[in-house]
């Protein structure tokens, strides 16, 4: 099992996604009422080679993380209607509570624990950091999805960056470029 540098360890919840209306106003009520930022920002994220419920998908969203202790917080804003998950969980119960994320190395075999376990594979897309995710799901989505995250160097050394400078944050340049 690999343990990365900002304390958590593959296999284990690495990250809590929530779809939000505003990432602004989102932001602002993370940084001020839970004390977490700085955030970092990606303003489109039209992934390529994305696929929802096995078909080509064209989704666009916003994204910011931030890591609150070890927990990696993300936060999404989708920026048009198309078919997504992020809209799926959207128009059954609103806006909130999307996704854990999981981290594993051997990503074809996690997909297929999960799938063993009656998950289907409702969403994959390629990533920033290099390889693609997985949003794992089990009919049921209670309380959300499970997201698979490629363990990459890209990955461990984008999110080990983001995690340092979030340690001790003193409150100043609360949004920041992802990249």
């Known amino acids: 099992m690999k343990t990365f540098e900002f304390g958590q360890a593959e296999g284990q919840i690495m990250q809590m996604a929530y779809v939000v209306e505003d990432l602004e106003a989102s932001i602002e009520w993370w940084s001020k009422e839970a004390r977490t930022g700085p955030w970092f920002v990606i303003d489109h994220f039209l992934a390529p080679d ?3 419920r096995g078909k080509p998908s064209t989704a666009d969203v916003r994204i910011a993380m931030s890591f609150a202790g070890h927990m990696n917080i993300e936060l999404i ?3 048009d209607s198309k078919p997504s998950v992020y809209k799926e969980l959207i128009d059954t119960r609103g806006y909130g509570f999307h996704h854990v994320g999981i981290a594993f190395v051997d990503m074809a075999a996690a997909i297929a624990e999960y799938e063993s376990r009656g998950y289907t594979l409702a969403y994959d897309a390629a990533v920033p950091t290099g390889g693609s995710v ?12 499970v997201e698979l995250l490629p363990v990459t160097d ?6 080990t960056r983001m995690w340092r400078q979030c ?10 470029p992802f990249a």
């Open 77 to 79: 804003q989708p920026l």
């Open 154 to 159: 890209g990955m461990e050394s984008t999110f």
């Open 167 to 176: 340690n001790g944050w003193d409150g100043i340049d609360p949004i920041r």
């Open 50 to 52: 994305q696929n929802y």
């Open 134 to 145: 997985a949003y794992m799901d089990d009919g049921r989505n209670e309380p959300g999805f």
